[in-house]
């Protein structure tokens, strides 16, 4: 099934995109998405713990399994002020 | 006629007089009075915010004055506090303006906040940003949370019925998400994001309303998206604690510390955090946070530290601390000790 994943901030630069769609298989869950599009980066592990996860628009846990059609987004905080 | 100069928004009818005398009644701090905090303050102000208490240890430089319109070039290296109390006190001296030239601590945290209704972050780091998140959840106290760099910015009402930040960022470092290569940022949007803020906290003193949500502001495509927030059973601060580390040693009830101390009391030491215990568990010692915190107590790197505390807030913090010290076993007692 397909699900849309929602790019913000930090992940919108390191995307260079702000919306892409992935395939998933069934009980797949948030957290497995995350590490199977981010499995290059060094710094995985911390940027999973302090990234708020979102699906349709509201917070959800990383062991959350996913639906066809579900928009996971990657909310990032912002840094500066 | 009282309120005259607010009478074009007492003209809303769900303001009226009797909003009017909320705000005045309103004593809201700010932390920090840079980018977000220094276009907030001017309006605040001019609302009829009844006390502002600035927080902020900076002094205005020239390349504050593009997007800190609150300042002139003849406040550049004064104290940020001093100067915008002098320019808001001009614009309203009806208000009440107390102005602290000191970074926010943990040593002057409770000093500064213990008698605010409302508590606007507008830091520029993390480090802050959880100290007042801690306090809040602790105090039981109100904040609302904004940041802003490049062209997005975030903002978050948070309150003690929850959530709170670290349940949405659980231990962010400063500098993991910066691009660090082009931080910049316009004025209009520094102010658009702290005027969202300040949207926020008007909502909050006028109608107690308590969104559930992080905003999100898209400079680029001129765009807010509001995400629905929810309390992690599993926060650090305002939850139950750790769990998702399974590395993580945790000691769950005193019966499981009480054995280890008997089998090697010298190697394992029991910390009482609290303020000031009436009573303490037996066997530990009792060095208040702060004590730690300013550097006043000496660990042995090599041997095992359990801390614990009243509500489970301060000890996961004192163990990164203590951890970032180079003292690796340090670990967190689950059971409250209530007093
Ligand atoms: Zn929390």
Redesign the pocket.
């Known amino acids: 099934m397909k699900i849309k994943l929602k790019f913000f901030a930090y992940y919108e630069t390191l995307f260079q995109k702000d919306e892409m769609e992935v395939e998933i298989s069934e009980h797949t869950t948030v957290r497995d998405v995350f590490f199977k599009v981010l499995h290059k980066n060094p710094h995985a592990h911390q940027l999973f713990k302090n990234t708020m996860f979102a699906v349709n628009q509201s917070y959800v846990q990383s062991a959350t399994k996913l639906n066809s059609d579900d928009e996971l987004a990657f909310i990032p905080p912002v840094a500066g002020g | 006629m009282p309120f005259k100069r607010y009478a074009i928004q007492m003209k809303l009818s769900e303001i009226g007089k009797a909003g009017q005398e909320k705000l005045s009644l309103a004593k809201v701090a700010m932390i920090g009075v840079g980018g977000l905090g220094a276009p907030l303050a001017l309006n605040l102000a001019a609302a009829g915010i009844g006390h502002l208490v600035l927080v902020d240890g900076d002094q205005v430089s020239l390349e504050n004055l593009h997007r800190q319109v609150l300042f002139t070039e003849e406040d550049i290296g004064k104290a940020k506090v001093v100067a915008a109390k002098t320019h808001l006190s001009k614009r309203n001296s009806e208000i009440k303006i107390s102005a602290y030239a000191e970074f926010l601590s943990f040593q002057n945290i409770s000093q500064l906040l213990s008698e605010v209704d409302l508590i606007l972050d507008c830091t520029d780091n993390f480090h802050a940003r959880f100290l007042i998140n801690q306090y809040c959840?602790e105090q039981k106290k109100v904040f609302v949370y904004a940041s802003v760099d490049q062209w997005r910015g975030q903002v978050a009402l948070f309150t003690p019925k929850?959530?709170?930040?670290?349940?949405l960022f659980s231990h962010v470092k400063d500098g993991l998400f910066q691009d660090c290569s082009q931080s910049g940022v316009l004025g209009v949007t520094a102010s658009v994001v702290s005027n969202l803020q300040g949207q926020v906290a008007l909502h909050w003193l006028l109608f107690q309303k308590d969104f559930s949500a992080l905003f999100l502001y898209d400079a680029k495509k001129l765009q807010i998206l509001s995400y629905k927030i929810q309390?992690?059973k599993y926060?650090?601060?305002?939850?139950e604690g750790v769990k998702e580390r399974s590395d993580e040693v945790i000691f769950k009830s005193w019966n499981e510390v009480s054995r280890l101390m008997q089998d090697a009391p010298d190697q394992n030491i029991l910390i009482d955090l609290r303020d000031a215990p009436t009573d303490a568990l037996k066997g530990a010692l009792h060095i208040p946070m702060v004590k730690i915190l300013n550097g006043a107590t000496a660990f042995d790197k090599n041997k095992t530290y359990i801390l614990y505390c009243e509500k489970r807030i301060k000890s996961p913090f004192v163990r990164e601390v203590l951890r970032k010290q180079g003292v690796a076993h340090v670990y967190v007692l689950q059971e409250r000790v209530d007093q």
């Open positions: 959840v929850g959530p709170c930040l670290a349940c309390k992690q926060c650090e601060v305002c939850g």
